[in-house]
């Protein structure tokens, strides 16, 4: 009897481990938001979600974690990153016109390239003639922008100041 225990024991751990391959242990929902943010990012995604807690998390190959927010509508799962989620092209792009229209064009450079933003965060971005842009979440989610051409102004703004 103790033999067949023992056997019972050991085929559930196996079991439980699942599969060497990940695909076939993926459900639905994180092969939908593996998916769709791939598509987004263009960069390799692997979400895994939790069982006891309705909440997935999005690894990008760079270890940047989304977490996810997932609900049950019905048949149907449905999801959303938590927070905001930008590309360093999107601020940049936002930038250079931004510089453009104060009649000085330049480069400009943000990273990381993928960023997962809440209220209060501030993103520095780094202009071709030594000045900054930042970015600053607002608490309704949008984003406010503060264009400083000048090096030392720029370096100065750039220093935290904690109160």
């Not at 998916?35 to 909440?55: D, Y």
């Not at 930008?86 to 104060?102: G, K, N, P, W």
């Not at 100065?156 to 904690?162: G, I, K, N, P």
Request: aromatic content about 4%; glycine content about 10%; some cysteine.
């Amino acid at each position: 009897m103790g033999g067949r225990i023992t056997q019972a024991l050991v085929l559930a751990a196996v079991a439980a481990c699942g599969s060497d391959d990940p695909s076939h242990a993926r459900s639905p929902v994180e092969r939908s938001i593996d998916a769709t943010l791939r598509a987004r990012f263009g960069v390799a995604v692997v979400s895994q979600c939790f069982e006891l807690a309705p909440v997935c998390e999005a690894r990008l190959p760079d270890g940047i974690s989304l977490p996810i927010s997932v609900i049950r509508r019905g048949a149907e799962w449905q999801w959303h990153v938590i927070g905001l989620v930008v590309t360093s092209d999107q601020l940049e792009a936002y930038l250079r016109d931004e510089v453009s229209d104060l009649g000085a064009p330049q480069g400009v450079r943000c990273a990381p390239r993928i960023r997962r933003m809440i209220a209060g965060d501030r993103v520095e971005c780094w202009l071709e003639r030594g000045g900054k842009g930042f970015f600053t979440v607002r608490g309704d989610g949008s984003l406010s922008v503060e264009v400083v051409l000048d090096a030392a102004s720029a370096n100065a703004r750039s220093e935290q100041v904690t109160p």
